[in-house]
């Protein structure tokens, strides 16, 4: 992953969390408020001191001292009192500590509901829809005298910073009259045969100066994107579309592009125009998934029962899976006979078998989509996983 990666919720922080362990580990989730009335109103800082309530209540019935929850929950009631915080909100804040890691609080494009934990884990359920969800995707804009790439989703939108090879060669591709030829470009109103004319060796030789500049896009592209993972989407006049596709190594180029000369566009157009587009991607792959795991019900490929589902999810064996929105199963896993135990009900000594499932459906590659349960692939059961193998 770039260096300049925008996702709001690294992967790597996040596999931290998934990794931490302790006697308690604080996990909060609260909505925040946007609108300027709400904020004056204080309306999230009463909804963070209730959480702090919960958990207070929490560690006591767990027979933590008072001294030690105060000193554990002190970096938390700070943030009560900082301005910043409440004044330039997101939709949603997270925030995690426990007595071995300082605090951390998360700014989140998510609309969280209100909940409070003090477990031997961190809860991370309500993070997992910004991996699956939000869209991740690159977006190059190109002519033949500008290029810019963009790293977004949904929610975010940032330019990265290509290496100059590709701009800073140039010259060198098409020749010292580089210049007068982007003119040429420019004037040409989006026709092919309006990109190259009147100089140099002819419009054979012009349309392979602009192949050799395109390789050196694709190749400053493709090194820039380690984690080859997000579909790269074009935006341009159309007559480079096949000039570029002819050139491309990167192994996700969406089929679309963001037809036009995109130079003097505004961010929030880039953005929007550039997600319009793509949308549809993020949600075809959703519905591949859903329809193979119907396609193949009746086969060992697929799995509704959770008995089956954890034990794969833990080890690696889930492709996709399928969450229906609603309350968390609680129980427990023997990792020494890969069986699991239901529980009536949440305890101290338990865990969540549907976060269980899906984070480690996550840290192991898999896909994890939340669902209305009328949306469910197999609606009679919470949970359908379709395997590996």
Same mark, same amino acid.
């Given at each position: ?30 909505? @925040? ?34 001294? *030690? ?31 071995? @890691? ?13 909940? *409070? !934990? ?18 991740? &995707? ?5 002519? $033949?005298? !500008?290029?810019?790439? !963009?790293? *977004? ?12 090879? *590709? ?18 470009? /420019?004037?040409?109103?989006?026709? $092919?045969?309006? @990109? ?24 400053? %592209? ?10 790269? @989407? ?6 480079? %579309?096949?000039? &570029?596709? $002819? ?17 003097? +566009? +505004? ?26 795991? /119907? ?8 799995? %509704? ?17 399928? %969450? ?11 990792? +020494? ?53």
């Amino acid at each position: 992953m770039p260096s300049e990666s925008i996702h709001p919720f690294p992967r790597p922080a996040f596999e931290n969390l998934a990794k931490h362990r302790a006697d308690y580990c604080v996990s909060i989730y609260l909505p @925040m408020d946007l609108q300027g009335r709400e904020q004056n109103k204080h309306l999230a800082q009463a909804k963070l001191k209730q959480c702090l309530k919960e958990v207070q209540t929490e560690l006591s019935e767990k027979n933590v001292t008072a001294e *030690a929850i105060t000193g554990l929950l002190r970096p938390v009631e700070s943030l009560l009192s900082n301005v910043e915080l409440w004044r330039n909100p997101s939709e949603g804040l997270a925030i995690f500590l426990s007595p071995e @890691m300082d605090m951390q609080y998360h700014l989140l494009p998510l609309e969280f509901e209100q909940q *409070a !934990y003090a477990d031997r884990h961190f809860h991370l359920i309500p993070i997992l829809p910004l991996f699956h969800t939000d869209g991740r &995707y690159y977006l190059l804009e190109l002519s $033949q005298d !500008y290029i810019s790439l !963009y790293e *977004a989703s949904r929610n975010e939108f940032r330019k990265l910073h290509l290496e100059q090879e *590709a701009p800073g060669q140039l010259e060198d591709a098409v020749g010292y009259d580089f210049e007068e030829k982007q003119l040429q470009f /420019r004037s040409g109103q989006g026709s $092919q045969a309006g @990109m190259f004319h009147g100089h140099g060796a002819g419009k054979d030789d012009e349309l392979k100066e602009l192949i050799t500049f395109l390789r050196m896009v694709d190749k400053s %592209v493709t090194s820039k994107i380690t984690d080859k993972t997000a579909p790269l @989407m074009l935006s341009c006049v159309d007559e480079l %579309v096949p000039l &570029y596709n $002819q050139v491309n190594t990167y192994p996700l180029l969406y089929e679309n592009h963001v037809s036009g000369d995109p130079e003097f +566009k +505004k961010d929030d157009q880039r953005h929007r125009e550039s997600w319009e587009a793509i949308a549809p991607y993020f949600t075809k792959t959703r519905e591949e998934k859903s329809t193979a795991f /119907r396609e193949m019900f009746h086969t060992q490929k697929v799995a %509704v029962a959770l008995e089956d589902i954890v034990p794969a999810a833990i080890n690696g064996k889930v492709d996709t899976l399928f %969450v229906a929105k609603g309350p968390a199963i609680y129980g427990s896993f023997d990792e +020494k006979n890969n069986t699991i135990g239901v529980d009536k009900e949440k305890s101290h000594g338990n865990t969540s078998l549907t976060e269980l499932a899906a984070v480690n459906t996550f840290l192991q590659g898999g896909r994890v989509y939340f669902l209305p349960a009328e949306e469910m692939p197999d609606k009679e059961t919470p949970i359908n996983a379709l395997l590996r193998y």
